[in-house]
């Protein structure tokens, strides 16, 4: 039996800390959907405050905070958004926008760095003189970081660009912010100015904070107004909340300084595979804490069995593809442990290239 686990599939894997879990315990408590829970009152001022956004909503996930944000700015009929064709709000979100918000979406390519040319998303926004025919364009959304690409992270100057456009043509910006605490730390920018052009902005605890439950989202005092309705409308409305906004407190109190760790730790890893023969990391896409890996096809070896065999070893990778893979690093991934997958890595290859060979 295996008694060493490192599970690298996701940052969402983490378990709570002693410290989050005193908290949960101790949390002063009441109920908010009657009108008020004093600890979830004060995480989402905090939040506010960090995002340099009016107010904050906590929501149970991530994409249920996508979701009330893109619906609060379409909520007029005949709605579109314009998002990248790799974001997760296109890919997976279940299609919740256009199922449960009958708002209709509008891709643009998505580049290697996670950013969309400016000029395409230009060309995508409806001319308003044809709304006998178009829907009407109501909102942007950007990810930051974006997952899809590798965790790459946005630049303030890109979101102001967009932010500008959107303003320019009368229609809303958002960004999935998942993971923006990863790309304030790793570009060395404040959250606050990294979305200061974003209309509202859905921020994950659950992912590279390491909270066990929880997004916010942040943005006027009247879009938050419209997000607790809708909030409430999808079941996400939650009596004693502050119990999960207290450990999501601490996450925010004692992670976000781990996240450089974490993005050395994913760099480490990245050279550590680029050393294995086989295999393959374009290291300029390791920003933070994702690194995506390519078999090499003359290698002749399949994802699964390699994933089938570090599991095996205690080691869990998410496969992305049929020639690649995605390890996700966290606060309770230690330097050791990257060290011990990477030679799990290295051996699993080995093994499986000497049961070729022997055919
Ligand atoms: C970029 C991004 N946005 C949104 C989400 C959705 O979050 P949740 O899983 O909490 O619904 C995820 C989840 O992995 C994500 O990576």
Redo the contacts with the bound molecule.
């Keep these: 039996m295996v008694k060493r686990i490192i599970d690298l599939r996701?940052d969402?894997v983490t378990k709570p800390t002693e410290a989050m879990i005193a908290a949960a315990a101790n949390a002063d408590v009441d109920d908010d959907v009657l009108g008020y829970d004093p600890t979830a009152s004060r995480f989402e001022a905090e939040m506010a405050k960090i995002s340099g956004k009016e107010a904050a909503l906590f929501v149970?996930?991530?994409?249920?905070?996508?979701l009330i944000s893109v619906l609060v700015h379409c909520e007029v009929r005949g709605s579109e958004v314009i998002f990248g064709d790799n974001?997760?709000?296109n890919i997976?979100?279940n299609g919740g926008i256009s199922t449960i918000g009958n708002v209709h979406s509008r891709t643009v390519k998505n580049n290697s760095d996670g950013t969309m040319d400016i000029d395409l998303i230009e060309a995508a926004i409806r001319d308003p003189q044809g709304d006998l025919y178009y829907p009407s364009t109501r909102l942007i959304c950007l990810?930051n970081?974006?997952?899809n690409v590798g965790g790459r992270c946005i630049t303030a100057e890109y979101t102001d660009k967009v932010g500008e456009l959107a303003k320019k043509h009368g229609v809303k910006l958002h960004i999935?912010g998942?993971?923006i605490f990863n790309a304030s730390t790793a570009l060395g920018v404040p959250v606050h100015r990294l979305v200061q052009a974003a209309d509202s902005v859905?921020i994950?605890l659950?992912?590279g904070l390491g909270a066990p439950i929880g997004?916010v989202i942040v943005g006027s005092k009247n879009f938050i107004a419209k997000a607790k309705i809708l909030r409430k409308t999808l079941g996400g409305g939650m009596r004693q909340v502050g119990f999960i906004c207290a450990p999501a407190y601490v996450a925010l109190q004692e992670n976000v300084r781990k996240l450089e760790g974490d993005h050395k730790k994913a760099k480490i890893f990245a050279d550590g595979l680029n050393r294995i023969s086989g295999l393959r990391v374009d290291k300029s896409s390791v920003e933070t804490n994702m690194v995506f890996f390519d078999i090499l096809e003359d290698s002749h070896i399949m994802v699964d069995q390699l994933c089938k065999i570090l599991k095996e070893h205690g080691v869990l990778m998410m496969p992305v593809s049929t020639s690649s893979i995605r390890i996700v690093l966290h606060h309770q991934i230690t330097e050791s442990d990257v060290q011990y997958a990477i030679s799990c890595t290295q051996q699993a290859i080995l093994q499986l290239q000497s049961e070729r060979n022997g055919k």
């Design positions: 996701s969402t149970p996930s991530g994409t249920m905070a996508n974001c997760h709000i997976y979100e990810e970081t974006h997952a999935d998942a993971r859905s994950c659950s992912k997004s």
